[in-house]
């Protein structure tokens, strides 16, 4: 018989008939198959039955039928339910489901909890290996799941997906799904497809090439489903095809991509990497505005109202990594003055200058004295008693070639392949399951905080070591993974030690934006670009994976810029957290008053911040496209964040937006012309490049 959980009573077996697993998500099993996911409430595009929730892939059994899919597995389509348990707090719901391979002996374990805010589940699995023979395994999904009903169905869906890099993070897509996957008329051959679309992380920047998520939408019934990935580690997205729909694979670390392997001892347990998927009648926007809720809820106690502070740093088109005393105290008093509350002195505070270029040197974590008179104590002292609190740039995981801790520290505290350290780009990486590195940056973090009084530590991560380290791990990417889950813990640590210690995740600008690490950091910087025309399809797009709230936008005004320019890189950082660098104290007096506007209009709107939820209505911008929009919507009001990257006055009409608007930001600036127009509202523009906020009724 066919036991499901499902909203209606009636569909739910007499034993689960007491159960809360339909407030989760709709589960079927039988017999004969393995537990699928059907559905979350009543979605119809998300969920098939048939498509087992877990694949898993070994050394001795891959598929049980042939594919380049990671679909099918021998030992997914062995498993059997076994049973199931659940629990409620005021906050979620969540359900484990266990199953079992009765040839292997594998049992797996799936929590799904589900926040009481937002559509979205959160899967999270573990493997335990119940037999007396050692199992080593190659691939596993935390989640498999179908959307669609028939290959026709295929034809009506488009997938959106986002691209990134240095300098160019965030560059969203959205096409037919039949780009990647033609229809091939499956039905007349019997037989279901054999390949695949992949999308993969490579070595440790998460989001450095691919954003660990995606969408996919039905024309047909404006339904949409999503997900993303919650690791710093290897993941990967696979898309398949079959007679009976689509199906979408999501996955830690691989043998085939990532040099994955982990060798499962007998009563030993391992974690696949957790996963969350989202679903909405209300298309990609909606989806997205789940997944915002959703986010909330999983950062909840690491993000909240009372700390968003105003950031000034040193680095962006300003020092650039050369601090000194004489260049830093009048960017303190200028920061000071525009109403910062945070001054943080980027990277090179710990170099000697005579060195030039510190890039290999790093990894000590002391002042160079030669680069301040006084010391860098003086300087720190200074930002406090102008008011502000006092950060640093710090690297952690690397260290160079030339540091001195590169001797003092063991080989085995870097990553290591074939028994040498890991060399990229000078540096060696250190691997924080090792308890001396641990304590190397234990040691660091409670000196600074101690000796200088520091509440802000701008964490970056400028290289990408490979697949990892073979160093107690079975392979190369089975190192990685266990090296990123021992640094997420390292940071709640360090927050445990030190509760007033804000940390920034910045990597390479924002190579390594993932809610494994996100969900325990407060801010993420979106990008390196420091052509503030090229910035705000980065800045616009930020919200779609990354919390308004965290979304760290750099503004960096410089002499040279006109007004309207000052403006324009101003409202890029108004588009989520404002983070204000550039040479402020040389700025002529129009252009100061423009960032001490921007910062007063930041500190009324950042409260409402954290409820808003983003939205696009001129589509998720194009990396080339002249007029770019951000919405962002809240119980009370609503902002469009606009830019004109045209140099001549244009008009911008945005659809299914409405009035009564009020420019909010600049204020000392020639106001743009705007009208209502159809269902929307209509903007013309003045020479540019220009941009503007705006604020739009409770109708909007």
């Known amino acids: ?166 300098l160019a993070e965030n560059r969203w897509q959205e096409h037919s799904l039949r780009v990647w996957l033609p229809r091939l008329n499956l039905a007349l051959h019997g037989q279901d497809g054999r390949g695949h679309h992949g999308m993969t992380s490579h070595g440790a920047w998460s989001t450095g090439e691919h954003l660990a998520a995606g969408i996919v939408t039905s024309v047909m019934t404006g339904e949409a489903l999503g997900w993303q990935f919650e690791t710093s580690g290897g993941w ?197 399951r090792h308890p001396a590195a641990r304590a190397h940056l234990d040691e660091t973090v409670d000196h600074l905080v101690s000796a200088f009084g520091i509440s802000y530590l701008k964490l970056d991560y400028n290289i990408n070591p490979g697949m990892g380290t073979d160093w107690r791990a079975t392979a190369p990417g089975d190192g990685l993974l266990g090296h990123t889950r021992a640094f997420r813990a390292w940071l709640v640590d360090v927050q445990e030690r030190h509760p007033h210690l804000l940390l920034e995740n910045c990597s390479s600008g924002a190579m390594r934006a993932d809610y494994s690490l996100l969900s325990v950091s407060h801010l993420q910087s979106t990008s390196d670009q420091q052509d503030f025309r090229l910035y705000p399809p980065i800045a616009a797009s930020a919200p779609a994976t990354i919390l308004p709230e965290q979304c760290g936008n750099w503004a960096y005004p410089h002499v040279e810029m006109t007004d309207e320019e000052t403006a324009f890189t101003l409202v890029t950082g108004l588009a989520g957290r404002l983070y204000l660098s550039g040479f402020l104290d040389t700025l002529r007096g129009s252009q100061f008053e423009l960032v001490r506007d921007a910062v007063r209009v930041h500190k009324q709107l950042r409260d409402a911040l954290a409820d808003l939820e983003p939205f696009w209505p001129l589509g998720l911008p194009g990396w080339d496209d002249a007029a770019i929009c951000l919405g962002l919507r809240g119980p009370d009001a609503s902002y469009l964040i606009v830019w004109d990257r ?51 009724g409770a109708g909007a």
């Open 236 to 432: 990967h997205c696979d898309l398949s095809q079959a007679r009976d729909g689509g199906t979408i694979s999501l996955l830690g670390p691989t043998d085939h991509h990532h040099q994955f392997a982990h060798e499962l001892q007998p009563g030993e347990t391992f974690e696949t990497v957790p996963v969350a998927v989202a679903t909405s009648g209300q298309g990609r926007d909606g989806v997205v505005a789940e997944f915002t809720r959703y986010r909330r809820w999983l950062s909840a106690g690491a993000v909240d109202r009372e700390q968003l502070p105003v950031i000034y740093n040193d680095f962006m088109n300003t020092l650039m990594g050369q601090p000194t005393t004489e260049a830093l105290l009048p960017l303190i008093d200028a920061a000071a003055e525009a109403g910062a509350e945070v001054f943080c002195i980027d990277a090179g505070w710990f170099a000697d200058p005579a060195i030039g270029d510190w890039w290999s040197t790093v990894g000590e974590w002391r002042e160079a004295s030669a680069r301040f008179t006084g010391g860098l104590a003086e300087v720190i002292d200074h930002i406090h008693r102008r008011g502000m609190k006092s950060g640093l740039w710090l690297e952690p995981e690397v260290v160079g070639i030339e540091s001195a801790a590169a001797e003092l520290l063991p080989d085995d505290a870097f990553f290591t392949r074939f028994g040498r350290r890991v060399r990229e780009h000078d540096r060696y990486h250190l691997d924080l």
């Open 646 to 696: 045209s140099d001549a006055a244009a008009t911008i009409t945005v659809p299914g937006v409405a009035g009564p608007v009020r420019e909010v930001f600049p204020r000392s600036l020639v106001e743009w012309n705007t009208a209502p127009e159809g269902d929307g509202l209509r903007f013309e523009t003045v020479p540019g490049p220009t941009a503007r906020v705006f604020e739009l």
């Open 1 to 166: 018989m066919t036991k499901e959980s499902a909203i209606s009573n009636e569909l739910i077996d007499a034993p689960l008939r007491a159960s809360t697993l339909s407030s989760v998500a709709r589960l079927g099993w039988d017999e004969d198959n393995a537990v699928s996911l059907i559905g979350i409430d009543d979605s119809t595009f998300l969920g098939r039955r048939g498509v087992p929730l877990v694949e898993i892939f070994s050394a001795d059994e891959q598929r049980a039928r042939t594919s380049q899919a990671y679909v099918r597995s021998a030992i997914g389509a062995r498993l059997r339910y076994v049973e199931h348990s659940e629990q409620a707090t005021d906050s979620e719901t969540s359900v484990c489901v266990t199953q079992r391979d009765p040839e292997t002996g594998l049992v797996v374990r799936s929590w799904i909890t589900r926040p009481r805010t937002a559509r979205v589940i959160r899967v999270r699995t573990t493997i335990e290996n119940t037999s007396s023979a050692t199992i080593v395994l190659t691939a596993a999904s935390t989640a498999t799941f179908g959307f669609g009903a028939s290959e026709a169905d295929l034809d009506e869906v488009l997938l959106a997906v986002a691209e990134s890099e240095w």
